[in-house]
């Protein structure tokens, strides 16, 4: 066994901010298995594509004989898996990517991990880790006063990507129980930062709003998250690989719980003050309610009590300084978002909102 990790998704927003984040910190080499589905980006990478200890192979979590292969070539110590189908609105537009790649690939990594510990020395086991990255949306909706999720919380995942990380988080739980793979899991809640694709909440508004274009809101837009900088969230994640135990959850969180309206607004007064000759200020003015998206959950907050005992771990970020970072990172890398909003973004984007036109309403 190497020092080398395997990283899956890591052309994608957490994956690739991980890997650059790994890499940086001269933490070990890195192999990164990567799809390339439309979230996947190799501009991301381009500061580490040449470097000896970083190895790129493009292929599917879902086939066996590749993930054994690579296994049984570069002996990592750990697998880090985040690659999956991740936003919400598209699993409610297509639901069967993400039982395909996050039950289904997550099964088959879990199989191929099984099948490559056995080829280990005992000293190696022990070291073998495999870290699975999930969601606080396995947990499904808060009210208003309820207490944050903790790692106790019973699952009730509401959309087809909760539902489908859920199983997933399911099966990395038995296959601890029953052939004692050494999982651990974490449960994060949003994340928000450099190089995320522009159909999440927060980089949709900051392009948006530097292209003129309406800032959908969906529904009151009351609905609250608790947002966490990306690069907060790869330190906890080595730190849950190095100190975690195994067969335990950690949950992760930002101690960031937002409205949505809230996070668009101060968005909105960063732009105007940062691009103070734009013509679309003030940017607010931009802001737009649109038909919610069924089955909204209203209110996601991590508990992040155990990472923070056990591990050590607290996000560095605050909300504001965090935001910051990430607006002037969009402003100062328009050839990243050019290059992932081209061709077919266009079409997700027309998919997404055309039909959610019957209640817009500009909000003063
Ligand atoms: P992302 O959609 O930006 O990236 C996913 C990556 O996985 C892409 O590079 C894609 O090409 C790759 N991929 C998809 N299907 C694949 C397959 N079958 N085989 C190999 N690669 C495949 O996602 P993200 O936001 O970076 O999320 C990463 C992980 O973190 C996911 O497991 C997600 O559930 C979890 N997570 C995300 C957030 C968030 O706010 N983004 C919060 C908590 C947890
Ligand atoms: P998103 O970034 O898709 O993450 P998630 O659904 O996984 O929490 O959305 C964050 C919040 O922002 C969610 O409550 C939905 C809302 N939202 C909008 O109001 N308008 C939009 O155009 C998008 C993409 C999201």
Known sequence: MTNGILVT???????????????????????NLDKLTYAGNLQTLVTVQHR??????????????LVSRLLA???????????????????ILGPEAFLKTNIDGTFTLLQAARAYMATLSEEEQKEFRFLHVSTDEVYGTLEPNDPAFAETTAYAPNSPYAASKAASDFLARAWV?????????TNCSNNYGPYQFPEKLIPLMIT?????????????????????FVVDHCKAIAAVLAKGRIGETYNVGGCNQRSNREVVETLCSLLDELVPDSKYKPHAQLITSVKDRPGHDRRYAIDA???????????????????????EWYLTNKAWVDGVTSGSYQQWVTQNYSGRNDRTEVVK
């Open 9 to 31: 998704g890591g052309a994608g927003f957490i994956g690739g901010n991980f890997v650059l984040h790994w890499l940086g910190e001269e933490l070990g080499p890195v192999v």
């Open 52 to 65: 000896p200890d970083y190895t790129f192979v493009q292929g599917d979590i879902c086939d066996g004989e």
């Open 73 to 91: 070539e570069h002996k990592p110590r750990a697998i880090v898996h985040f690659a999956a189908e991740s936003h919400v609105d598209r699993s």
């Open 177 to 185: 129980h029953t052939y004692k793979l050494p999982v651990l899991v």
């Open 208 to 228: 948006h709003a530097l292209a003129g274009k309406p800032l959908p809101i969906y529904g009151d837009g009351m609905q609250v998250r608790d947002w966490l």
């Open 305 to 327: 009590y155990k990472i923070e005992s056990e591990i050590g771990w607290t996000p560095e970020e605050s909300f504001e300084t965090g935001l910051r970072k990430t607006v």
